[in-house]
């Protein structure tokens, strides 16, 4: 049990669909008489549990509205459970849309610094990493320039190499590697393989099974909210593949 | 992150960071012309006054107006990495704090070429700031968390502050507020912090320490209301942005 750095233990949840989405305290008022919002319930995740150790790779697949994302930005602690709960030890840095953070009137040091910050990295911290960033990266001295005058993938490559950096002990890999060249790609597996080397817990949804298999020790296979199969990539692979 | 609000707030303007100088200075004019030579409110060295009123006005108004929509503003960061929600009205209030730093050293300039004494009371200063500060912190916890699900708030906003100016001795000073009236208008915890400013810088003297405190305690009515109303609403913060 000691060697689980994560253990999702029975998570649900819950998303209102409301019919008309009242943004207007005047219609909360209204409501409020009417007694309440008219929504249906949709449980995005029923009762997920699994638990990953230390240094494993975890590939989540499923059709689009599965609950992959939403079950991302649980692990990730940017939305909360409504039932169950996630146990984690370590630093968790989420790999979800590149570049989320970056702000586009600043230049790309200037957004290096600003993000290590979210991710919670002293200016030391992000010292020391900063060759090897920009480095990654491969923007050269595009790196004093404003960000809005990036190239999406340039965009990408910067956020990338910033999330890679952080010294992270559970990484996120969301459907990410989409973006940049071929060749970009490439140095993204390269970095990911090398950091499951150094003992990095890391966890991959995607669309490219092919890379689950190559990636991942274990598969689970999302089916409306709910898991379908769990277990040896390349079997979970094959089951999932019946069903498109 | 402080640095970024600071960065990105002047990053198109010629004059940058002196726009922090230049605005109380213009409003200053503004109300001198105004309210001292139109309408003849009876203080001496009026333009020094008008200032020890703007300046921390000024940091109040911004402050709140600024951080409310905050929250709403940095929708792309919440919905994808998880850091500690307050950091982003806290950082906004930090950026206007250097920003009251620097019109300080102006208010302060002002006070040197009208020759007015600088008494020992100004030790107080720093009192008098962490009791404002801890009230607009409990006030913009309250109206971002707020905001983000009602951007209404930000609306309502610009008009209660608009209206709380008035009742703010900034442009008059305190004593012709009626006698009967006081208590109740010092009630508003920035009409006590004002009017300390004003008794430190201007007329040296010690602020009134049982306003200050009923002040102090309104202000921590306020962040303890503002960080319970933000703890409760920030989860599902990623959900309705």
């Known amino acids: 049990m000691t060697r689980n750095v994560m253990e999702v233990i029975?998570?649900?949840?819950?998303?209102?669909?409301?019919?008309?989405?009242?943004?207007?305290?005047?219609?909360?008022?209204?409501?409020?008489?009417?007694?309440?919002?008219?929504?249906?319930?949709f449980w995005a995740l029923k009762d997920i549990s699994f638990s990953v150790q230390r240094g494993e790779s975890i590939g989540i697949i499923g059709r689009n509205g599965s609950g992959k994302s939403t079950l991302f930005k649980l692990i990730s602690g940017v939305m909360s459970p409504a039932r169950g709960e996630i146990k984690a030890t370590g630093k968790i840095s989420p790999l979800i849309e590149l570049g989320a953070g970056l702000h586009p009137e600043l230049t790309g040091l200037e957004n290096i610094y600003l993000n290590g910050a979210i991710y919670g990295m002293d200016k030391g911290a992000v010292d020391e990493k900063l060759e090897e960033i920009i480095d990654f990266s491969g923007l050269g001295h595009f790196i004093h320039s404003p960000i809005r005058t990036y190239s999406s993938g340039m965009h990408a490559r910067l956020g990338f190499s910033l999330a890679i950096n952080v010294n992270a002990d559970i990484l996120l890999v969301d459907e990410v590697l989409a973006v940049g060249d071929a060749e970009f790609q490439e140095r993204c597996f390269g970095k990911i393989n090398q950091l499951k080397h150094n003992g990095i817990t890391i966890i991959y949804v995607s669309h490219n099974l092919k890379s689950v298999i190559n990636l991942c020790d274990v598969a689970i296979w999302l089916d409306n909210g709910e898991i379908k199969k769990e277990g040896n990539p390349q079997t979970v692979v094959k089951e999932y593949l019946k069903t498109v | 992150m402080v640095v970024r609000d600071l960065k990105v707030r002047y990053k198109r303007s010629i004059l940058g960071v002196f726009w922090a100088l230049?605005?109380?200075?213009?409003?200053?004019?503004?109300?001198?012309?105004?309210?001292?030579?139109?309408?003849?409110?009876?203080?001496?060295?009026?333009?020094?006054?008008?200032?020890?009123?703007?300046?921390?006005?000024?940091?109040?108004?911004?402050?709140?107006?600024?951080?409310?929509?905050?929250?709403?503003?940095?929708?792309?960061?919440?919905?994808?990495?998880?850091?500690?929600?307050?950091?982003?009205?806290?950082?906004?209030?930090?950026?206007?704090?250097?920003?009251?730093?620097?019109?300080?050293?102006?208010?302060?300039?002002?006070?040197?070429?009208?020759?007015?004494?600088?008494?020992?009371?100004?030790?107080?200063?720093?009192?008098?700031?962490?009791?404002?500060?801890?009230?607009?912190?409990?006030?913009?916890?309250?109206?971002?968390?707020?905001?983000?699900?009602?951007?209404?708030?930000?609306?309502?906003?610009?008009?209660?502050?608009?209206?709380?100016?008035?009742?703010?001795?900034?442009?008059?000073?305190?004593?012709?507020?009626?006698?009967?009236?006081?208590?109740?208008?010092?009630?508003?915890?920035?009409?006590?912090?004002?009017?300390?400013?004003?008794?430190?810088?201007?007329?040296?003297?010690?602020?009134?320490?049982?306003?200050?405190?009923?002040?102090?305690?309104?202000?921590?009515?306020?962040?303890?209301?503002?960080?319970?109303?933000?703890?409760?609403?920030?989860?599902?913060?990623?959900?309705?942005?």
């Not at chain 1, 669909?17 to 249906?40: Q, T």
């Not at chain 2, 009742?167 to 109740?184: A, D, G, K, S, W």
Request: net charge positive; with cysteine; hydrophobic share 55%.
């Open chain 1, 10 to 41: 029975g998570i649900w949840k819950m998303f209102r669909l409301y019919h008309e989405r009242s943004n207007m305290i005047k219609e909360a008022f209204i409501n409020l008489f009417r007694g309440g919002n008219k929504y249906d319930e």
């Open chain 2, 22 to 241: 230049l605005e109380p200075l213009l409003l200053m004019m503004l109300f001198t012309v105004v309210f001292s030579l139109l309408l003849r409110i009876q203080v001496e060295k009026y333009p020094v006054f008008v200032l020890c009123g703007i300046v921390p006005w000024t940091l109040f108004s911004t402050s709140l107006s600024y951080s409310t929509g905050s929250i709403a503003e940095n929708a792309s960061l919440i919905k994808k990495i998880y850091f500690p929600r307050e950091i982003i009205p806290l950082t906004v209030i930090i950026s206007r704090l250097i920003n009251f730093f620097l019109s300080l050293s102006l208010l302060f300039m002002f006070l040197i070429i009208f020759k007015i004494k600088f008494s020992f009371f100004l030790a107080y200063l720093p009192l008098i700031m962490a009791i404002q500060l801890i009230f607009i912190l409990g006030l913009s916890l309250f109206l971002s968390s707020l905001n983000t699900f009602y951007h209404d708030v930000g609306f309502i906003l610009q008009f209660i502050l608009a209206g709380w100016f008035y009742i703010t001795p900034i442009f008059y000073p305190i004593t012709m507020v009626p006698e009967r009236y006081l208590f109740l208008y010092l009630l508003n915890p920035m009409a006590t912090i004002v009017y300390s400013y004003q008794r430190v810088l201007f007329y040296g003297m010690p602020p009134d320490f049982s306003q200050l405190l009923i002040a102090f305690i309104m202000s921590i009515f306020c962040i303890l209301g503002g960080a319970y109303v933000f703890r409760r609403l920030q989860v599902r913060f990623a959900e309705v942005l």
